[in-house]
């Protein structure tokens, strides 16, 4: 699960469906959504409206009834297959996407965080593979290829092959450089040559 993505109770999710399916819920001071967006503090209440609460998507609007974001869901979290899971619709006509696959941010034919401005540039864009950020692994790979997003099929499967040798010799390199073998090796070494150096003290006294 994504470090950052709190995982949601079914209650937080669909919370209390009334006769209309809306669903209400009120703002709390403070309150992050799992995109980190912040929820506003106030008696004003977000509807979040699904013709049913268990089907996606479900559909958050704002007080004055401005789209505010969408999300698609599987039984264990944020999870969608052709598309983004979770879209924030910003007031000023730029909006966030996030590409999540069993509520673990995932995309290998593109970016899996974008942020779109309302001219339809790209802000920023990561790529995450199976919950780890390969940003830096993509960024080099499109420029070597000059391949454009969203890539083919062989450049998906170039890359994806890469992020993952990428990934599995920077988690060797972090497992060779852990200090506990050596900690562990010096403590060794001591307990042999610390009765030769008390032999040699007694027998030189």
């Known amino acids: 699960m994504d470090r950052d993505a709190e995982q949601i109770s079914d209650r937080k999710r669909y919370g209390e ?66 598309g983004p899971a979770y879209v924030r619709h910003n007031r000023d006509g730029s909006r966030i996407e996030h590409w999540y696959l069993h509520h673990r941010r995932h995309r290998t034919s593109g970016p899996a965080v974008i942020e779109w401005t309302k001219d339809g540039g790209v802000r920023r864009a990561q790529w995450w593979i199976g919950g780890k950020e390969v940003t830096d692994i993509a960024e080099s790979f499109l420029a070597e290829a000059e391949a454009p997003w969203p890539l083919d099929t062989t450049n998906e499967s170039t890359l994806l092959r890469r992020c993952v040798g990428e990934l599995r010799s920077r988690r060797q390199s972090d497992e060779i450089m852990r200090p506990e073998p050596i900690v562990v090796g010096v403590c060794l070494a001591s307990l042999f040559w610390l009765p030769v150096v008390l032999t040699v003290a007694l027998l030189w006294a």
């Open 17 to 82: 469906a009334g006769n209309d399916n809306v669903l209400y819920f009120p703002h709390r001071e403070g309150m992050r959504g799992v995109a980190g967006d912040a929820c506003g503090a106030g008696p004003q209440e977000d509807r979040y409206v699904s013709g049913n609460p268990l089907d996606p998507p479900l559909t958050v609007y704002r007080p004055d009834g401005t789209l505010k974001s969408e999300w698609w869901f599987s039984a264990d979290g944020a999870h969608r297959i052709d």
